[in-house]
């Protein structure tokens, strides 16, 4: 059974950093595009980042771009998104999903982790 | 950027088809994907490549995708479909997926 498991949220202070992790299960984690999703309480949701299966190809929303890294280490199957310069507005529960495919483009999500808050507040 | 337009809300009775769209330009020359979210729950799954199930959805839920408008159908809707459902693309100008906004279905 594919699963994946987010975790290192929690609080922080604005222009702080967090670096999240989603530990992979039940596939070949380093066959596949992995990714980033975010939702703000009450809100809709919002693709964050994609990385290829190499890690060789990365992708940023604008709202993030400089501020956000994605990386993976296929040997540990692990996806990892280092948050740096946080702002309130990145408050949101973050979910990783897995891509059908070696490539981010045009991919769909299936399965996501179960999501990890990170809520940015002093 | 790409814009995805969905209905905040749709309500209907148990038994009827439930029809959700998802518009935006030229939709029907991308790949649309959509998800349920059931409340405190994970997105899920329900529809890919604009028509396609994946194993476990019931066949209830089809889509359809042309011109600027793609559409969820859910028919026999029952309780265990209330959730927010959102549509999906690749904007391939961009390089970035791209969301819309979620429909709340409420079955009355």
């Known amino acids: 059974e594919v699963q994946l498991l987010e975790s290192g949220g929690g609080l922080v202070q604005p222009g702080g950093s967090l670096r999240l992790s989603c530990a992979a299960s039940g596939f070949i984690f380093s066959s596949y595009a992995m990714n980033w999703v975010r939702q703000a309480p009450g809100k809709g949701l919002e693709w964050v980042s994609g990385?290829?299966?190499?890690?060789?190809?990365?992708y940023y929303a604008v709202s993030v771009k400089g501020r956000f890294t994605v990386s993976r280490d296929n040997a540990n199957k692990t996806l990892y998104l280092q948050m740096n310069s946080l702002t309130a507005e990145d408050t949101a529960v973050y979910y990783c999903?897995?891509?059908?495919?070696?490539?981010?483009?045009?991919?769909?999500?299936?399965?996501w982790g179960q999501g990890t808050l990170v809520t940015v507040s002093s | 950027s790409y814009v995805l337009t969905q209905p905040p809300s749709v309500s209907l009775a148990p038994g009827k088809t439930a029809t959700i769209t998802c518009a935006g330009d030229?939709?029907?020359?991308?790949?649309v994907h959509w998800y349920q979210q059931r409340p405190g729950q994970a997105p899920l799954l329900v529809i890919y490549y604009d028509t396609e199930r994946p194993s476990g959805i019931p066949e209830r839920f089809s889509g359809s995708n042309s011109g600027s408008t793609a559409t969820l159908a859910i028919s026999r809707v029952e309780a265990g479909d209330e959730a927010d459902y959102y549509c999906q693309v690749w904007d391939s100008r961009s390089d970035h997926v791209v969301f819309g906004g979620g429909t709340k279905l409420t079955v009355l």
């Open positions: 999903a897995k891509g059908p495919a070696a490539a981010v483009g045009n991919n769909w999500f299936d399965p």
């Open positions: 030229n939709i029907g020359s991308k790949s």
């Open positions: 990385i290829s299966d190499s890690g060789g190809s990365t």
